[in-house]
C-alpha cells in the first residue's frame, strides 16, 4: 500500500532538458500490527537535470498481510468539515484502470473486482492512494490557478473503494501561503490528508464542483 509521500521542487523542468531520477531505499522497518505484520519501507527519488536536482520525492510503503477472512477495517476518524472548497468524486473500474495503466501499476486490487473481493477481502476496487492525492493538487490547481506549489505532503488515513463517491476538500491559511487538502469518505470519515506550500498564492472562488469519473 501507499501510505503516503512528500514532493518538494527546487527548479523548473524544461521543454529539451535531459533528466535523470536517481531512487534509493533509505529506510525498512518491520512492525507487528492488529492486522498482522507489517513492513514499511521509505523510498527517495530525486529528479536531476543539468542545473541541479530538480525535484525530490519520498514514498511510504506498506506491504502487509493479507486480511483474516472476516476481519474489518477500523473506522477512520471523522474528516473536517469546514472546507473553503470542495468536489465530489464517483470513482468506477474505467478511472481505475486507466490510473493504473498510466502509472505502470499491475496491482489487480485496483482492476480485478473478483480478486479483491473474493481473495483481499475487500468490498470493492481500491481506490489508488495517489490517485486521491492527484485529485486533491488538481482542486488546488482549479481554485487557485495563480499559485506555485512549492512542496506537497499527503497521509493515506482509511481505504475509499469505488462502491461510493467521496469529497475532496480544502481549506488555505489566511496568509494564503499553505493549504490544508483532505479526501472524506461517504460516511463522513477521513481518508486522507494533505498540506501544500505555496509561492505566489491567488486567491480564487470558493464554489463548489461535482466531478463524475
Known sequence: MWAGGRLQWHDALRVGDAVERT?????????????????????????????????????????????????????????PTDEAWSELVVPDDVLLFRYSALTFNGHR???????????????????????????????????????????????AVSPLFDVAPFTVCGRPSDDGTTV????????????????????GAARGPHEDRTRTA
Open 109 to 155: 486490487i485496483h482492476y480485478d473486482r473478483r480478486y479483491v473481493t473474493e481473495v483481499e477481502g475487500y468490498p470493492g476496487l481500491i481506490v489508488h492512494g495517489p490517485l486521491i492525492a492527484t485529485l486533491l493538487v488538481e482542486l488546488l490547481r482549479a481554485r487557485l490557478p495563480a499559485a506555485r506549489m512549492t512542496a506537497f505532503s499527503f497521509r
Open 23 to 79: 531512487s534509493r531505499v533509505e529506510s525498512i522497518a518491520r512492525k507487528g500490527g492488529r492486522s498482522g505484520e507489517l513492513v514499511f519501507v521509505l523510498v527517495r527519488h530525486a529528479v536531476a537535470t543539468s542545473r541541479g536536482v530538480a525535484l525530490t520525492e519520498e514514498h511510504d510503503i506498506v506491504y502487509r498481510d493479507l486480511p483474516a477472512p472476516g476481519s474489518r477495517s477500523a473506522t477512520p476518524p471523522r474528516a
Open 180 to 199: 490544508e487538502l483532505w479526501a472524506r469518505d461517504a460516511d463522513g470519515g477521513l481518508a486522507m490528508q494533505a498540506t501544500a506550500s505555496l509561492a
